[in-house]
Structure formats: C-alpha cells, structure tokens
C-alpha cells in the first residue's frame, strides 16, 4: 500500500518450509513461525549434551503428552532427515535461546559456533498441527482470531521425573461451547504426536489452576458464559523439566520461533 | 442359597444370546434383558405398517444419533437374518407393547396373533453396547452399581421431523470425573451405530434440562461436585417420536426388555 520498501529485501515463498528454511538459514528471516507453511509441522527444539540425553529420552517417554518426541539426532549430527532432508539445526531455526546450567545466557540467530560432537537434538511436536485440524473442521479459536496464541497455565499435576527431569504439567487453555469441546476432543486424539487429547475439561480449579494466572503470561484466557474450558498438555512442560534439571549446556528455540520441517500436519493423524 | 426351587424351572446359559432367545420364545423369560448375553448387541425394536415405515426410515436417517438402525425388515417377514440366523420377531422379545392410534393398548409376550403381512420391523442400536464398552476401558458407571440406568431427560433440542414423526431429542446422562469425560468421549465415538459421541457435555441448562426431572422417571441423575455430566441421544426419542405421529398401530419392545442378538457389541465399533 504504502512505497516504503519492504523490510526483508528478500522475497520468499511463505508456503513452502523448504523456503522459509532457506531464508532462515541465511539469516533473512528471524521471526516468529506462526501462519508460515500452513499445512505442515512445526517442531520445539530442545539440544542437550550426551550426557543428559539418555534421562531425557526417558522424561519424554515417560510423559509422552507434553513431550512428544517427533525426532531425535545421532550425537554431533545437526541433520534431522526424517523432518527434512536439507535441514540443518545449526542454521534453521529463527532464533535460539542457550542456556549453561540452567540459566539463560543469550539469544542467538545461529549456533553454528556452539555446535559440539556430544550435542543430541530432540525435536518434540507441537500443538500447532492440532489446531490447524480444528480450523479446517470448523471450529472456532477466538484466540488467533486476537493474534493471540492458548493460554498457558501450570498445573498441581507433577509430570513422572526421569534423573534430574522432573516438574509440574504445563498446559493449554482453549475454550470452546460444549459440542465444539466434544468434537475438540474427537479430533486431537487423533493426533497423539501433538499432544493428543485432552487432560481435563471443566473447572480449572481441580487441576490447580486459576484462569486469570497465565503462566508467564503466556496467550488468551477467555473463556465466555457458554462455554467449558478445555486443557491439553503443553510442550512448555520439557522446557521447565529441563530448566530444574540445570544441565551445564542446552539450547532451545526461542518461543513461538520454531523448526520448520517437511512433515505434513495430516501425516501425524493416526485414524 | 435357600433350599426353594428356582423361580423358573427351565435353566439355559445366560451368557448366550440364543439360548437367551430361546428362552423367550418358548415363554420360559418375560423379564429384564440387562446382564443377559454379555458382549452382544441389544436392540430397541419399532415395528410399523408399510404406509408409516418411509417416513420412519427417513426419520431415523435425519437423526441417527437418537435413532441408529441396526436392521429392518421386509414387509411381513418375522426374520432379521443379520441380527441372528433363528430370530422370529414375533416370539423373540420378551414383553411387547402394543399401541393403536399412537395409545397404550396392551403388554404381551407373544405377538403372533397380531402379525400382518404389511409390518416392517426397525432394530435400533442401544446405549447397552457403549456402555460395556465404558466398563472395559476402567470408567466407573455409579447408576450400575445401584442396580439402575443412566438418567433420561427431555431436551429443548428439536429433532429434524420427517412426515408425521417429530418431537423433541431425549438424551441420557453419565456422570464422570473430567478425564474419564474425555475417555468417553473417545470409547462412544467408536460406536456411531448406539448413539456415538455423546451431543452435550457440561451445563445441563443449556439444553433445557433440569437434572432434577427424569423423563418418566427413568434412571439415575447423580452428578457428584468433582463430575462433569455427559449427554447422549437417547432411544427412547424415536418411541416418542413414534407416539407424536400416533401410527394406526404399533409395536415396541417393553422398556428394558430388549431384543437379543448374535452381533458382539464389539462388531460395532468403527475404530
């Protein structure tokens, strides 16, 4: 509308995540990944060294609604083939986030210079993939609609620890009016590699929460007269596990900057 | 226990439905089906004159939920060979009620001298099937354990008429702890063919129901503080149905007294 030139001078096509890899990779594209590939998985990020990977897998195992596990890496290998041939995590993730001991350090746009032979990338699914099968079936997420992502909320639930892995559940709010709930319900258990189905329906009180305290403010909490809330478990809970286990090195994407791959979203539904 | 005879000298296998059948045909049983034939198919049956059974068939088509058909017959033949090889509908039900211009006429146990050339004969699926389904997976039914069904309430929810047959949708109630809700929520959507999903979850008002009012004073309406209740179409909405349409004559199977069949309830399930 305006002649002011576009911010980014390079052009890419916003449907294709083998584009928008390649913008990232170049360092072209630094932002969130929501709206871009429709139609395909993104992933959350989670590096850890050898040493922490073994109890890792087994926290993800353990607690295979908020960590579903879509890939692992060999050790040292920064390729993830069965997410996208071409795909490097060194270079194709918008932004991430170290962490030594525990603690946060920087916010980076590359990790090619952190990469080491003892790095194990997990690659966990995200609720992304449900949620573009609830629009297409015709449910209502009032929350997009406000730009806005679910709600998220800690839970009284503690997750079942794994070594030093170990933390309350983390969830999602989405509300819905009580037959969109059934069908929301109907829907994302097809998709146990996305969080699945839902943990609980109804009073947010019996599972410890109270709506008006997002966790970190995190999303939208409105929930209207007609309608019930409904909670799925949340791909935050790993980041918080791997926060109390303190490991000497890891690095995560940056939130809401997540890993394009080549998976179709429909491709994960298992009926 | 006593020493006093049984209360019907003929024994036969209750978990069999043929012998259960059997039974009924040669007068040896008129009571309740329940518990009879575990893992088998129960039917509600509807049997009409050929100048109602299009506007019936079309009526169970527009709401198969509260009106899921199983089998029909030809006109005049007592069979249902796909429900079981032996089955005389005439004999096989034990207690029959016969209506005429839509009234209450009589309770029988045999309806051959009432058998014309020109009934067609409706078995429609019944909740009996899910909820066994229920009881496998783990979930508790409360109203089982106190020897009585799932609550029967009356909705404002209007069902799509089709010729003389219309009313309202009767839905039961279950009530469930919020995860258990979502369990079955998954196990009845497997079971299109005996009302599937459930079709309202939560707040019983915005369906117009007073948990408090029964529908003829059918069942159980216990919600504890920790439950959520759960809405399923229900099969007596048809026999309503049916009874608004006031047909010049009509069969039904007696509450409770069900058709037996050789179909396994598991042989519904979709998934």
Chains 1, 2 share one sequence.
Request: hydrophobic letters at 40%; proline letters at 7%.
């Amino acid at each position: 509308m305006s002649g002011l030139p576009l911010r980014s001078a390079v052009t890419w096509d916003r449907s294709d995540p083998r584009a928008a890899r390649r913008a990232i990779r170049s360092g072209g594209y630094t932002g969130y990944t929501a709206g871009i590939a429709p139609g395909y998985v993104q992933a959350n990020i989670c590096i850890l060294p050898r040493a922490w990977t073994e109890d890792f897998l087994l926290y993800c195992q353990r607690n295979s609604k908020p960590c579903p596990l879509i890939a692992r890496s060999d050790p040292g290998d920064p390729r993830l083939p069965t997410l996208a041939e071409d795909l490097d995590i060194r270079t194709d993730v918008p932004r991430y986030h170290i962490f030594r001991d525990g603690e946060f350090v920087e916010e980076v746009t590359d990790i090619s210079r952190f990469w080491r032979d003892d790095l194990v990338t997990f690659a966990l699914g995200c609720s992304f993939s449900f949620e573009e099968a609830m629009l297409e079936a015709g449910l209502r997420l009032k929350f997009l609609e406000r730009n806005s992502v679910a709600g998220v909320y800690l839970t009284n639930i503690e997750t079942v620890p794994a070594g030093p892995f170990c933390g309350p559940l983390l969830v999602t709010m989405r509300a819905f009016k009580p037959a969109d709930a059934i069908r929301a319900i109907q829907i994302t258990s097809r998709f146990p590699n996305v969080h699945g189905a839902p943990v609980h329906i109804g009073n947010p009180a019996s599972i410890g929460v109270d709506l008006a305290k997002r966790y970190q403010n995190v999303g939208d909490g409105e929930v209207a007269e007609d309608e019930l809330p409904v909670f799925w478990a949340c791909g935050l809970t790993p980041q918080l596990a791997v926060k109390n286990a303190k490991p000497s090195f890891c690095i995560t994407h940056a939130a809401s900057s997540m890993l394009m791959t080549d998976l179709r979203n429909a491709s994960l539904a298992v009926l």
